[in-house]
Every structure is written in C-alpha cells, then in structure tokens.
C-alpha cells in the first residue's frame, strides 16, 4: 500500500488546548464548537432548551449562545443536561463526518476533530491520537483578548488546565511562535502518527 493509496484509513485524531492556545493542522478537519452551533440553528435543538430554560434564550426564535449560558452554567444540574443534549448530538455529526471523509479518493491526510472539551466530556478513547496544544498564559490571554474571548477565566474554569490537558495527551505541542512554527510542529506530529 502506498502512502496515499485509496485504501489506506487516515488516522482519528482529537485536536484540544486552552482557550487562546491556537490549533491549526494540514488535514482535514471539523470543530466541535462549529456543530454545536450548527445545532442551535436546528429546531429539535432550539425547542429543548426553550422548553427548559424559557423563550428569553431564544429571542425570535434564535438560540442566543450567551444568555444560554447565563442560564445552564448557573448550576450543575442544568449545565449537565445542555451537555446531556448537546454532547450525543455532536458525537453523531462527527461520526457522520468522520465516514464521509473517510471515504474520500485519495483519503485525507489525517481526520483532525477540534474538540475544546474532549478529556473533560471524557471522549479521547473516541480516537487513534490526542494532541494538546498549549501557549504560555501572556500568549494565550493577548491572543483571547484580540478574538473578543469575554469571561476567559469564567470559560477556563469549566475546563482542564493546560498542565493536564498536557499531561493526558498522547502528544503535546507548544504554540508560542508563529503559525509557520506551529505548523511544522504539528506536522511533526502527523509523521509520528505515519502518516
């Protein structure tokens, strides 16, 4: 088989680091955060979290993602059953996507899923590699604050630090240069995964 033959299965990898840390990669990929939204836009989706949390988190009809949150993450409860909801609906969309791409001619280089949550919803047995990319704390909060990251602290605290993020990883991949920089690590990593 040669590499990049028609038969050859690219491999599942979950891409995840802290808010700020910046997660690019050559292959083909899908975003977490990209299907949630998508879902929201769905009526099964909108209709649950009215039916739950009132019609003021979807004001004319439309999910309105920070009042949402205002709401789900003022207790444990509420903010369990949004990711009751939310969560199997994106593993079915990845999965979804994961056998669309798979069956692509020639496969592609590596199937990479973005996923800001993934040892915390405890979804990194899903896949072949992790890889958690990490920033220093000055990188990752001037790179937040320049993409409008309100209540970063407030976001992080739902989440792993880096340090275990890092530490659950298969690989792990320092993002303090440039884009060029981070490139070459990742594609480091793809090597090491034989691809």
């Known amino acids: 088989m040669g ?30 955060d990209a299907v949630v939204h998508e879902l929201y836009l769905s009526a099964r989706v909108r209709d649950a979290v009215v039916t739950r949390f009132g019609a003021g988190v979807a004001p004319g ?22 990711e009751g909801l939310l969560w199997p ?24 899923v973005e996923v800001p949550l993934l040892f915390e919803a405890g979804l990194d047995g899903l ?24 209540a970063m602290d407030e976001r992080e605290a739902r989440q792993l630090s880096q340090a275990e993020k890092a530490a659950r990883a298969t690989y792990v991949v320092a993002n303090d240069g440039d884009v060029n920089e981070l490139e070459r690590k990742l594609s480091s990593v793809l090597v090491m995964l034989g691809v």
Do not use: M
């Open 89 to 112: 609906l994106v593993r079915e969309r990845v999965g979804q996507w994961r056998r669309e791409s798979e069956q692509t001619v020639p496969p592609p280089r590596a199937l990479v």
């Open 3 to 32: 590499e990049g033959g028609a038969d050859r299965v690219p491999p599942f990898v979950a891409l995840t680091g802290g808010i700020g840390a910046g997660k690019r990669l050559g292959a083909v990929v899908i975003s977490t």
């Open 127 to 150: 896949y072949d590699a992790t890889v958690t990319v990490t920033a220093q704390e000055a990188v990752r909060r001037e790179r937040a604050s320049a993409r409008a990251h309100e």
């Open 61 to 82: 009809g439309v999910v309105d993602r920070g009042r949402l949150a205002t709401v789900a993450f003022q207790t444990a409860e509420n903010r369990s059953w949004l």
